[in-house]
């Protein structure tokens, strides 16, 4: 016979029989303490009673006058009575400044002595006290009568504990009903919650739940793309593996600002802001991310959800797409030219010029050598000398003049072995394109590039002839986004930016200067660490570029820059 186990009750109900025992406690427990309290205020607002009575009766003239007189009792025993009667008090007892009594209610205790403490009214103190005197347990004030600067007499006030007592008996009934109501309505209340939390549990049990939470800790981990969760206030809500090491952030950041997390100003940025942001690229130290940002609102805002996506890679290879388009376009017109030439030295052949034609084609072959011989002489490594030569056929399609300058020297073997070669591309390939951006059109459109090594460090330095940098945007210039020139289709201000994160992510400087020499125009300046490597530095000619098939055919094979434009 199959025996089937009763399914654990869900989570609900549970919680549904813990918090009615625990609401008939905390009823039960609040029902003593306003019992108890209740008491102790009654005997205090009895002692408030009291000292208020008997301070009254000591401040009043009649009770001074009568003091004074020979026998003070015929005249402070009606008075002491009627105030008793007026004012709810159990007694009024006037005394002498030695404690025998003027008044009472029981005449037969008239000239006896006072039953309680008197020393500190004697010493011109107020107090209240609780003590057993001829009428029983009482709560008592008493306060000292004044006259002239001397203590004449006494005046005690006072109300039976039993009266008290009878005065809080009261309230019990109703303390009782209150309790009784309360416990009614929570039951009421914890029952409506717990049925509206079955069904947002869909009644699971707490191992249900559980498995469903470790479910979901697996999932949200094991996916590659960052996850980001703010609350209202923009503090970390929730955080996967992916976003941590897209953001490069360790430790517990779970409850900490947003602002707080130490991320490039840019991005901060578009995480702080209020509107949904759709696919924008920002750079970190050592990657380039896609976000997404989404607002979560019910009403009122509560948070937003953030994705990010890692296109380090991605957006290298679209550099490297950009720099073959470009070369593409420098060989097409390098082609469009020497068709021309071509033509042109046929044409001189059916004229019967032979000499002339051979001498034409000579000179265009003679001045593409030249050039290469110039630059390799320059900078003999192979994938800068690359990188340059393509460049400058590039630039001469554009109007502008590239120049290596006589302080150049970068032999083979010196660049250091933890610089990617990519990387290096990426930093030089973009201050070029920036700088051919600033000086086209400019009187004169040059752009000098110098490359050499010191004792320590690669220097690559890029000057142009353009309009310059203000020195405001010194740093705005390397952030990703700023530009000064209309955006293209491929969108502006991402060199630069590519460019500094390079340079920091091996431990170098970027940085920005005026033109010197009365020039206009801007200097961007690198130097990366070369380690262990030696570098020496000599002068040769500068170098001016020229249209040559030879120049764009050289570089179009082993230059990959990254892409580039203006910041």
Same mark, same amino acid.
Request: aromatic share 4%; glycine share 10%.
């Given at each position: 016979?199959? $025996? $089937?186990?009763?399914?654990?009750?869900?989570?609900?109900?549970? /919680?549904?029989?813990?918090?009615?025992?625990?609401?008939?406690?905390? &009823?039960?427990?609040?029902?003593?303490?306003?019992?108890?309290?209740?008491?102790?205020? +009654?005997?205090?607002?009895?002692?408030?009673?009291?000292?208020?009575?008997?301070?009254? &009766?000591?401040?009043?003239?009649?009770?001074?006058?009568?003091?004074?007189?020979?026998?003070?009792?015929?005249?402070?025993?009606?008075?002491?009575?009627?105030?008793?009667?007026?004012?709810?008090?159990?007694?009024?007892?006037?005394?002498?400044?030695?404690?025998?009594?003027?008044?009472?209610?029981?005449?037969?205790?008239?000239?006896?002595?006072?039953?309680?403490?008197? *020393?500190? *009214?004697?010493?011109?103190?107020?107090?209240?006290?609780?003590?057993?005197?001829?009428?029983?347990?009482?709560?008592?004030?008493?306060?000292?009568?004044?006259?002239?600067?001397?203590?004449?007499?006494?005046?005690?006030?006072?109300?039976?504990?039993?009266?008290?007592?009878?005065?809080?008996?009261?309230?019990?009934?109703?303390?009782?009903?209150?309790?009784?109501?309360?416990?009614?309505?929570?039951?009421?209340?914890?029952?409506?919650?717990?049925?509206?939390?079955?069904?947002?549990?869909?009644?699971?049990?707490?191992?249900?739940?559980?498995?469903?939470?470790?479910?979901?800790?697996?999932?949200?981990?094991?996916?590659?793309?960052?996850?980001?969760?703010?609350?209202?206030?923009?503090?970390? =809500?929730?955080?996967?593996?992916?976003?941590?090491?897209?953001?490069?952030?360790?430790?517990? $950041?779970?409850?900490?600002?947003?602002?707080?997390?130490? /991320?490039?100003?840019?991005?901060?940025?578009?995480?702080?802001?209020?509107?949904?942001?759709?696919?924008?690229?920002?750079?970190?130290?050592?990657?380039?991310?896609?976000?997404?940002?989404?607002?979560?609102?019910?009403?009122? #805002?509560?948070?937003?959800?953030? %994705?990010?996506?890692?296109?380090?890679?991605?957006?290298?290879?679209?550099?490297?797409?950009?720099?073959?388009?470009?070369?593409?376009?420098?060989?097409?017109?390098? +082609?469009?030219?020497?068709?021309?030439?071509?033509? %042109?030295?046929?044409?001189?052949?059916?004229?019967?010029?032979?000499?002339?034609?051979?001498?034409?084609?000579?000179?265009? @072959?003679?001045?593409?050598?030249? @050039?290469?011989?110039? $630059?390799?002489?320059?900078?003999?490594?192979?994938?800068?000398?690359?990188?340059?030569?393509?460049?400058?056929?590039?630039?001469?399609? #554009?109007?502008?003049?590239?120049?290596?300058?006589?302080?150049?020297?970068?032999?083979?073997?010196?660049?250091?072995?933890?610089?990617?070669?990519?990387?290096?591309?990426?930093?030089?390939?973009?201050?070029?394109?920036? +700088?051919?951006?600033?000086?086209?059109?400019?009187?004169?459109?040059?752009?000098?590039?110098?490359?050499?090594?010191?004792?320590?460090?690669?220097?690559?330095?890029?000057?142009?002839?353009?309009?310059?940098?203000?020195?405001?945007?010194?740093?705005?210039?390397?952030?990703?986004?700023?530009?000064?020139?209309?955006?293209?289709?491929?969108?502006?201000?991402?060199?630069? =930016?590519?460019?500094?994160?390079?340079?920091?992510?091996?431990?170098?400087?970027? %940085?920005?200067?005026?033109?010197?020499?009365?020039?206009?125009?801007?200097?961007?300046?690198?130097? @990366?660490?070369?380690?262990?490597?030696?570098?020496?530095?000599?002068?040769?000619?500068?170098?001016?570029?020229?249209?040559?098939?030879? +120049?764009?055919?050289?570089?179009?094979?082993?230059?990959?820059?990254?892409?580039?434009?203006?910041?």
């Amino acid at each position: 016979m199959r $025996v $089937v186990l009763p399914r654990p009750r869900s989570l609900a109900g549970q /919680l549904f029989a813990v918090q009615a025992v625990l609401l008939a406690v905390v &009823v039960a427990g609040y029902a003593l303490f306003t019992y108890v309290s209740d008491r102790s205020q +009654a005997e205090g607002a009895a002692g408030r009673q009291a000292m208020a009575v008997a301070r009254s &009766v000591a401040d009043a003239p009649s009770v001074r006058a009568a003091i004074r007189t020979a026998d003070p009792s015929a005249r402070l025993e009606p008075y002491a009575l009627r105030v008793t009667a007026d004012t709810g008090v159990d007694f009024v007892t006037i005394m002498d400044p030695a404690g025998i009594r003027w008044t009472h209610p029981d005449r037969t205790q008239i000239g006896k002595r006072f039953l309680g403490h008197i *020393a500190p *009214a004697l010493r011109g103190e107020s107090f209240t006290e609780t003590y057993t005197g001829t009428l029983g347990a009482s709560v008592r004030a008493v306060t000292p009568v004044r006259d002239g600067g001397r203590t004449v007499g006494l005046v005690s006030a006072g109300i039976r504990v039993e009266a008290i007592s009878r005065r809080v008996e009261g309230q019990v009934t109703a303390l009782v009903g209150v309790a009784a109501g309360a416990l009614a309505l929570g039951a009421i209340g914890t029952y409506v919650v717990n049925a509206r939390l079955r069904r947002h549990t869909h009644g699971m049990n707490a191992a249900e739940l559980s498995r469903m939470h470790d479910y979901h800790e697996a999932a949200l981990h094991a996916v590659r793309e960052g996850l980001l969760m703010l609350d209202g206030r923009y503090r970390v =809500a929730l955080i996967n593996d992916g976003g941590r090491e897209l953001l490069g952030v360790a430790g517990d $950041v779970v409850g900490r600002s947003v602002a707080d997390l130490g /991320l490039p100003v840019p991005l901060t940025g578009a995480l702080l802001a209020s509107e949904p942001r759709v696919d924008e690229v920002h750079l970190t130290a050592e990657r380039v991310l896609v976000v997404n940002t989404s607002p979560v609102s019910g009403g009122e #805002r509560r948070g937003t959800v953030v %994705t990010l996506r890692d296109v380090t890679e991605l957006q290298s290879l679209m550099g490297e797409l950009d720099s073959e388009r470009g070369f593409v376009q420098a060989l097409r017109s390098q +082609a469009h030219e020497a068709a021309n030439r071509l033509h %042109t030295v046929v044409s001189l052949i059916e004229l019967d010029r032979a000499e002339e034609a051979v001498g034409f084609a000579t000179a265009e @072959l003679e001045l593409a050598q030249e @050039l290469t011989d110039q $630059v390799v002489a320059a900078v003999s490594e192979p994938v800068l000398a690359a990188l340059l030569l393509g460049k400058t056929a590039q630039a001469n399609e #554009r109007g502008v003049e590239l120049v290596v300058s006589p302080d150049s020297r970068l032999d083979d073997g010196l660049l250091p072995r933890a610089l990617p070669t990519r990387d290096l591309v990426t930093i030089l390939g973009n201050l070029i394109d920036n +700088a051919v951006d600033a000086a086209q059109g400019g009187t004169p459109a040059r752009v000098t590039v110098t490359a050499y090594t010191s004792d320590t460090d690669l220097v690559l330095r890029v000057a142009d002839t353009g309009a310059g940098v203000e020195p405001a945007h010194a740093e705005l210039v390397f952030q990703r986004g700023f530009t000064t020139k209309p955006s293209g289709p491929g969108g502006r201000g991402l060199g630069l =930016a590519l460019a500094r994160q390079a340079v920091t992510r091996h431990g170098g400087t970027l %940085t920005v200067t005026v033109a010197e020499n009365g020039e206009h125009g801007a200097v961007f300046e690198t130097h @990366l660490p070369l380690g262990t490597a030696d570098a020496t530095a000599s002068g040769v000619p500068p170098v001016t570029a020229a249209a040559s098939p030879a +120049a764009a055919a050289g570089a179009a094979g082993p230059a990959r820059p990254a892409p580039g434009g203006e910041a």
